[in-house]
């Protein structure tokens, strides 16, 4: 069995498609969409994540905003400028660029988000609105993945799931949004016992542990889906340099049915659905004024 490779760029070209018909009509309503985004220092890897989400909103015709502070910048100064961009009507989509530096408190960040601009889900109010089943705005990468599922036709009722991550970025609402879908779902993290015996009975696997190339064919059971949300830069030896994920991905696409590929499978959905947020917000407001 060699597994069917989920194409996450090609589903993400196709929604980026049809959300510039979306922008435009909002548009003509004098609804543009816009997106904020904020990041504080100059990690590289920041940079480049800040570089791609302005550009692909600059692409679907949308408005964004690019706010960047040095590495020294106050706390104080940040929430000044998310009180203000709360405020502006021209932004309907607020983000900050995660990690920020150790002296700013991640969590009182986020909390001052508007919830009805938190476009990356992660506000408490919104974390809250998932857990009950009726989100506001889904965190991007878990959402990209439901897309995945409903664009290949995976039926997710009845299936034993293992999510492998607990971060409240992708394995804690990925969990929520797969119990919602009727799974079955395990959440294991670095203190798991016996991880492989969780993996081995799973229709569905999900890594998101930050691990290169942890998840082995072995792991698996035959014809199990497997969806890779890792993204590592390989340090040393003839692959130095190159992308991989938390998955093996040439030994297990022998044994999975379904398995997504790194880089073009989850990454590309990510920013995708991130756009899709922003226009949403930008929809509802227009509906709530009306």
């Known amino acids: 069995m060699t597994a069917q490779v989920l194409d996450g760029k090609a589903l993400a070209d196709e929604l980026r498609a049809s959300f510039k ?124 993945v439901m897309k995945m599922f409903e664009k290949y036709g995976v039926d997710l009722a009845g299936k034993e799931a293992v999510v492998i991550g607990r971060s409240n970025i992708v394995g804690k609402p990925m969990a929520l949004l797969l119990i919602a879908a009727g799974a079955t779902v395990t959440v294991c993290n670095s203190k798991t016992r016996d991880l492989a015996s969780h993996t081995r009975r799973a229709d569905l696997v999900v890594a998101a542990l930050g691990k290169p190339r942890f998840v082995k064919a072995d792991m698996l059971k035959p014809g199990a889906i497997v969806i890779d949300v890792g993204i590592n830069r390989i340090a040393e030896g003839p692959d130095a340099g190159k992308l991989c994920g938390d998955v093996d991905f040439a030994a297990v696409k022998e044994v999975a049915s379904l398995i997504t590929p790194v880089p073009g499978g989850v990454g590309p959905m990510t920013i995708t659905m991130l756009l899709a947020n922003t226009i949403e917000s930008a929809e509802r407001i227009l509906q709530e004024r009306n």
């Open 21 to 144: 018909e979306r922008v435009a009509t909002l548009a003509a309503r004098g609804q543009r969409p816009g997106l904020a985004v904020v990041l504080v220092g100059e990690d590289p890897a920041s940079q480049v994540y800040v570089r791609n989400k302005v550009s692909a909103c600059e692409a679907a015709g949308m408005h964004s905003e690019k706010i960047v502070y040095p590495a020294d910048a106050s706390q104080s100064e940040v929430l000044a400028k998310i009180n203000e961009l709360n405020q502006d009507a021209a932004i309907h989509g607020i983000l900050v660029q995660l990690p920020l530096p150790k002296h700013i408190n991640e969590d009182a960040i986020l909390e001052a988000i508007s919830p009805a601009k938190d476009v990356d889900g992660f506000h408490a109010e919104n974390v809250g609105a998932l857990v009950q089943g009726h989100p506001r705005f889904i965190p991007c990468t878990p959402y990209g």
